[in-house]
């Protein structure tokens, strides 16, 4: 069975550039988590939904970025514009509903310059 | 959510047991302690969860103190893949957030 797959692995952008990450959460998982690891850090959850509907994003920084879950599959995660402190590893995970077993993907590794 | 507090950084020999403690002094009593590795460049892994029973399962231990205050996730045989960051999270079913603390480094020594 495929794991959660994220796209793309690696990223470096300048500063005030746009960028988009993907993720394909595991088949069958309802639920879909978004989360930021600063180095050194744990992973902080920025959003997470339950199928098509964000059920917490009450981390998530509103005026640069957004989420979107369209069919309640894949989900794609946006910053714009991005700022040198979005530097960071940009995890995706999913699970069951009502399950806290989380399986997450390789991440994202953000360089903004 | 309890917080949780772990040591910084732990080492322990190939084919050892690892013993990583975690305090969770101000648990409650619907709250479940799990545990979460992450290898370097991987994304997290989940290991076990309890409430107060012990538990086992195919990776590791969990033992939980009686009073629920304190935990140890023991790795049987240690190997040079266990080396990663030990997580130990306090979570409960009313709010369905992972919060992750900093974690303790294991390294395995051969």
């Known amino acids: 069975e495929a794991g959660v797959v994220q796209s793309p692995r690696y990223k470096i952008i300048e500063k005030k550039q746009p960028v988009a990450f993907w993720c394909n959460p595991i088949?069958?998982?309802?639920?879909l988590y978004w989360y930021r690891q600063n180095l050194g850090q744990g992973p902080e959850l920025l959003i997470r939904?339950?199928?098509?509907?964000?059920?917490?994003d009450s981390q998530l920084p509103k005026d640069r970025f957004s989420a979107e879950r369209l069919k309640g599959v894949d989900s794609t995660l946006k910053i714009q514009p991005a700022e040198l402190g979005d530097s960071a590893v940009y995890l995706c995970?999913?699970?069951?509903?009502?399950?806290?077993?989380?399986?997450f993907g390789p991440g994202t590794r953000l360089t903004v310059l | 959510d309890a917080k949780t507090t772990q040591p910084t950084s732990m080492d322990c020999a190939e084919g050892r047991a690892a013993n990583l403690p975690c305090n969770h002094s101000?648990?409650?009593?619907?709250?479940?302690v799990y545990w979460y590795r992450q290898i370097h460049s991987q994304g997290p892994q989940y290991i076990i969860h309890?409430?107060?029973n012990n538990e086992t399962n195919e990776m590791a231990s969990l033992i939980i103190t009686e009073d629920r205050k304190s935990s140890t996730l023991i790795l049987p045989h240690a190997t040079l893949r266990d080396t990663a960051v030990y997580y130990c999270?306090?979570?409960?079913?009313?709010?369905?957030?992972?919060?992750f603390g900093t974690g303790t480094r294991l390294t395995i020594i051969p």
């Open positions: 995970a999913s699970s069951l509903a009502g399950v806290n077993e989380q399986f």
């Open positions: 088949s069958g998982h309802n639920t």
């Open positions: 939904y339950e199928n098509e509907e964000a059920v917490d």
């Open positions: 101000t648990i409650s009593g619907n709250e479940y």
């Open positions: 309890g409430l107060k």
């Open positions: 999270i306090v979570w409960n079913f009313g709010n369905e957030k992972l919060t």
